[in-house]
Every structure is written in structure tokens, then in C-alpha cells.
T-cell receptor, first 114, second 113 residues
Framework: QQKVQQSPESLTVSEGAMASLNCTFS??????FRWYRQHSGKGLEMLVS????GEKEEGRFTAHLNRASLHVSLHIREPQPSDSAVYLC??????????????FGKGTKFSLIP | GPKVLQIPSHQIIDMGQMVTLNCDPV?????FYWYKQILGQQMEFLVN????????KSKLFKDQFSVERPDGSYFTLKIQPTALEDSAVYFC???????????FGPGTRLLVL
């Protein structure tokens, strides 16, 4: 059974600093890796999906995947106050049914010091 | 971006009663999901649904749970009867194809007394 852990639990950075969030998983055979974020009381907002080792950029968000190290990270460039939210790592498995099953971490609470 | 709606946003119910949680998925999406999040814990997969059938369910999807989407209307999660441990936020999601991005609703906060 896939296990997903995120670190740190909370992260505060100053405006202009790069933010780095980490996610480790237990099973490197998973099919897809996604980063979502959740503003308080809202649904999940998709940020970036990555399917193979390396880097994937979506605007100011960049994901790095290293399956051998069982690690996927998210980097936020030039974070803004509106980026303050809980960031969730999700690891997806397609068990032959054609339907994706996501396993989530507990999240990293990210906030910005103006 | 694409929006998933969930109705109601909050529900308080007495233990043993039936509750139906409603999800209005993104139009033309074909895959539907329910996830459960207990306060302070991570979101956990319950079930996925495609072409009128449950494709996969987790051990959290108890016998008291059922899902359906009659005639392209709401995708529903029914719990009958409810138990105290069913208190949680339930998130619905939908995707176009199985491996595509899942779009999530804002959740229904269920409190069982």
C-alpha cells in the first residue's frame, strides 16, 4: 500500500524567496505524481502533474521527480501572498481498471511573510 | 478552471440515519471519485466510478456506502445507516479519462451525532 509523507509540516518564507516542498513515497512503481493546493474552505486546485523522472514546469511551479529516490518536490518561484495555502502531494496508481487512485500526503502549510 | 460542485456544503445528522451527498461533476467527464478526510488527517480514497460501475473501492468504503449516477445527474454517495466514525469532509472529484487530472469540489462537511 502506497504511503506518502510530506515535509516540512509548515513553511514560512519571505517574499522573493524560493520555496521548496518535499514529498516521499513508498512505492516507486506508481504512475503519476501531482501537486495540489487548498485554500481554506475551498476545493483542491491542480498545480502540476509529472509522469516521468525529471522536471515539469507550470508557470511559477516546478515539480522534480526522482523515482529511484522515491522523492518528488515542488518549487515555488517568486511566491506571492495568494500562494499561502496547504500544499498536497498526491501519488496516483492505475491498477488496471483504467481509473486513477490518488494517495495523498498530510500537506505542507505554506505562508508568506510580506 | 473546470468546476465541481458539491451539495450540501455542511450536513448534520443523527447516527443511524441515511445521508446522501451530491456531486455535480465537470460536464463531459467520465470518471468520478469520492475521497474522505477526517479532521487533522490526510485525504483518503474511497471509491472510483466509471460507466455506471464501481471500478475500485478502498477498505474505507464500507457496506453501508453506495454510489450511483442515474441518467447523468448528480454523482451521489449514500451512507445508510450512518455511524459516528463517518464524520468527515467528503470530497468529490471527476476526470475526463482515468489518468487525467482529477478536479475536486470544495467538500461536504458531515457531522454524525
Amino acid at each position: 500500500q502506497q504511503k506518502v509523507q510530506q515535509s516540512p509540516e509548515s513553511l514560512t518564507v519571505s517574499e522573493g524567496a524560493m520555496a521548496s516542498l518535499n514529498c516521499t513515497f513508498s512505492d516507486g512503481t506508481s504512475d503519476n505524481f501531482r501537486w495540489y493546493r487548498q485554500h481554506s474552505g475551498k476545493g483542491l486546485e491542480m498545480l502540476v502533474s509529472i509522469f516521468s523522472d525529471g522536471e515539469k514546469e507550470e508557470g511559477r511551479f516546478t515539480a522534480h521527480l526522482n523515482r529511484a529516490s522515491l522523492h518528488v518536490s515542488l518549487h515555488i518561484r517568486e511566491p506571492q501572498p495568494s500562494d499561502s495555502a496547504v500544499y498536497l502531494c498526491a501519488v496516483g496508481d492505475l491498477p488496471g481498471t483504467g481509473s486513477n487512485r490518488l494517495t495523498f500526503g498530510k500537506g505542507t502549510k505554506f505562508s508568506l511573510i510580506p | 478552471g473546470p468546476k465541481v460542485l458539491q451539495i450540501p456544503s455542511h450536513q448534520i445528522i443523527d447516527m443511524g440515519q441515511m445521508v446522501t451527498l451530491n456531486c455535480d461533476p465537470v460536464s463531459n467527464h467520465l470518471y468520478f471519485y469520492w475521497y474522505k478526510q477526517i479532521l487533522g488527517q490526510q485525504m483518503e480514497f474511497l471509491v472510483n466510478f466509471y460507466n455506471g460501475k464501481v471500478m475500485e473501492k478502498s477498505k474505507l468504503f464500507k457496506d453501508q456506502f453506495s454510489v450511483e449516477r442515474p441518467d447523468g445527474s448528480y454523482f451521489t454517495l449514500k451512507i445508510q445507516p450512518t455511524a459516528l466514525e463517518d464524520s468527515a469532509v467528503y470530497f468529490c472529484a471527476s476526470s475526463d479519462r482515468g489518468q487525467d487530472t482529477q478536479y475536486f469540489g470544495p467538500g461536504t462537511r458531515l457531522l454524525v451525532l
